[in-house]
């Protein structure tokens, strides 16, 4: 018979191997495991599931260790509301069983200081990065976990890059919005996180509130389109750009009605709402001196008709830029700029590259002028009329080649460089303004201040813009008036990415068994040139168009390149129509693909029929691509 101590001590020993097992059946899980937001204003519930805790006690909240958090890591509520701090960042999150304090869950919450994309190709160097991305990495995107989360509705055809600002109130809610123009005369607002996609607002750019009449309609393609390069309709092509401070989107609209009467107006509007802003919107037109082929009585007159608004939209210094090109080479036309002035709309100044003679269409696949900090344009333009070189009368057109505008209001240009071959490209549809124009960050050594552009030919040029180097008339074989040049691919109808001393292109030319690899060419500051030879590849080939790729990083580590192929838009010769393919490259090294939207199961992540010149849109934590019929967004799998 036991004792009274061993009769004690046996029931402490069987009550806690009870207490134990119980304790030991508490689990912890939290849901999301990893979330993404924005720097203050985007909060984010974070819930805990327990099992086994029988008298419900719940969790306490840590955030990086720190009881319900603070203002330097972010607080968290006891109900799991997450508010992020001021400072970008990554914080982990806690849920602790009050029951059993061993047991624990947690999520990662990454958050951004992006302060928006609100032009094209990301800012006004046209680079095509963010580099404040701290969710999408190399280590967290993969079949597993990233694909496709929703998809937003449109009326029309997506040409437009999507922009994307966030902090923006909305009936007393804080949201962040993306935004998309259609070629259906169509501008939307979506709730850039919101699952289902919730629509905020869209507007018909073509009612009596935005400018039109009830005789207007995007213009039929036959109307004005040859090839229906562009199809069935034109509405809104280039790519609209934000002026954060007074919150204004501007955008371009294009219509008939009625039937051959052609109208292309500049909206500005509230980024909030869609109303119009400063008395908008604005009836395109202009005049300037010139005998050029369609001149009266010495004078170019801008055409609605034959002026297709392709390049994207340009902000610098309180004046929007817009320029133009044709549909198809079809006559007659120009290549025009015209600023205005942000805040009232008038215009203020207006440019013609052939003035005295023709064509000279401004494309740039889609890619807007690029500014430096002193607020000079560089811009490349296409086949047409070149006399430059002359040295008589007239000596001001500028038919293939890469332009320095000085700023609104005069807006003239200062310097130019066109190839030695460019009679030979006019004469061939050759044109050197396939490609957009890319400026590098300043050198430390060489020339300090270069920028990169191609053409249909598929030749990189290197070019210092402090002094682009003219026409060499001397040369036969290349181009020796500039810092470098050599065939990077089979064509340019792109505008290439610039990341931490890297190139990122896919070229193409027109044409079946023409496309290219994703390359990497590796930028040389001891030398200030470019290798010729990439540093990698993808094993993927992207056919024409080629892709404009778009970079994420965390500065200058966790770099990912997204590109879009879009061979099968619709429509395109040789290719039938299809849906768009976003694929995800680790940036150090394009052999290594971490995902594409064709590989999961049953069409999981399957994105909308391609456009030709798709821009990738990339922001906390979500990629958004535009399509013929929605705007698709990717992001992690929860």
């Known amino acids: 018979m036991m004792n009274r101590t061993e009769f004690w001590l046996c029931i402490l020993f069987i009550e806690a191997a009870f207490s134990g097992t119980a304790l030991a059946q508490i689990t912890v899980s939290v849901s999301p495991k990893l979330a993404e937001v924005v720097v203050t204003t985007q909060k984010q519930q974070v819930r805990a599931t327990v099992t086994g805790d029988p008298n419900n006690l719940g969790v306490t909240w840590t955030v990086d260790g720190v009881t319900g958090g603070n203002a330097i890591v972010g607080q968290i509520s006891a109900a799991g ?17 009050i ?12 958050i951004t200081d992006l302060a928006g994309v609100l032009t094209y ?16 990495s190399p280590r967290t995107v993969s079949q597993a976990t990233f694909g496709k989360r929703f998809s937003c509705t449109l009326d029309g055809a997506a040409y437009t890059q999507p922009l994307w600002m966030p902090h923006l109130s909305i009936g007393g809610t804080i949201r962040n919005l993306v935004f998309v123009g259609t070629e259906h005369d169509t501008a939307y607002a979506f709730d850039a996180d919101r699952i289902p996609c919730l629509k905020v607002w869209h507007v018909n750019l073509l009612d009596n509130a935005h400018g039109g009449t009830a005789a207007e309609t995007p213009v039929p393609a036959p109307d004005v389109e040859p090839y229906l390069v562009i199809q069935p309709e034109i509405g809104v092509t280039g790519t609209p750009v934000i002026d954060p401070g007074s919150k204004t989107l501007y955008i371009v609209s294009t219509s008939e009605g009625p039937t051959g009467s052609f109208h292309q107006r500049l909206h500005a509007l509230d980024v909030t709402t869609g109303a119009e802003k400063f008395g908008g919107p604005v009836t395109i037109s202009a005049s300037l001196p010139g005998t050029g082929y369609d001149s009266s009585s010495g004078t170019i007159s801008f055409n609605r008709k034959t002026q297709l608004q392709r390049s994207a939209l340009a902000l610098a210094n309180g004046v929007v830029y817009v320029a133009w090109a044709s549909y198809g080479d079809r006559d007659p036309y120009h290549g025009w700029i015209i600023g205005y002035d942000a805040r009232t709309l008038m215009q203020v100044a207006a440019f013609n590259d052939s003035s005295d003679g023709q064509r000279g269409g401004i494309w740039m696949s889609g890619g807007a002028p690029a500014i430096d900090a002193n607020g000079n344009l560089f811009l490349a333009t296409g086949n047409g009329t070149f006399d430059a070189d002359s040295n008589t009368s007239p000596n001001t057109d500028f038919g293939d080649s890469v332009l320095r505008l000085s700023p609104a209001p005069n807006l003239a240009v200062t310097d130019w460089f066109t190839p030695f071959d ?22 430390a050594s060489g020339p300090p201040h270069l920028l990169v552009s191609g053409g249909k030919e598929g030749r990189l040029y290197l070019i210092n813009r402090d002094s682009l180097g003219h026409f060499c008339s001397s040369c036969t074989t290349k181009d020796t008036n500039v810092v470098q040049t050599f065939a990077a691919s089979t064509g340019f109808f792109s505008t290439p990415a610039f990341w931490h001393n890297a190139l990122y292109f896919a070229g193409s030319l027109q044409g079946a068994g023409h ?32 892709a404009t790729p778009s970079i994420s990083s965390q500065g200058s580590s966790n770099g990912i390149v997204w590109a879009v192929d879009s061979s099968h838009s619709d429509p395109n010769v040789d290719f039938l129509p299809g849906p768009a393919v976003l694929f995800a490259y680790d940036a150090t090294d394009l052999s290594k693909e971490l995902w594409d939207s064709s590989q999961a199961p049953n069409n999981r992540d399957q994105a909308g029929v391609a456009v030709k010149f798709m821009v990738p849109t990339v922001a906390n934590g979500k990629v958004y691509i535009g399509t013929r019929t929605e705007l698709d967004v990717y992001g992690f799998r929860m």
């Open 81 to 97: 509301l997450y508010s992020p701090p001021a400072k970008a960042g990554s914080h982990v999150v806690a849920a602790h069983s």
């Open 99 to 110: 029951a059993d304090n061993t047991k624990s869950g947690s999520a990662t919450i990454k």
């Open 121 to 136: 190709h990301n800012n006004r160097s046209r680079d095509g990065t963010n580099t404040h991305e701290y969710a999408l």
């Open 422 to 443: 460019q009679n030979f490209l006019n004469m061939n549809d050759g044109d050197l303004g396939s490609s957009g124009v890319l400026l590098l960050p300043n050198q």
């Open 515 to 546: 496309g290219d690899k994703l390359k990497r060419l590796l930028f040389n500051l001891a030398t200030g040139l470019f290798s010729p030879s990439p540093a990698s590849r993808s094993a993927f080939t992207f056919n024409f168009p080629g």
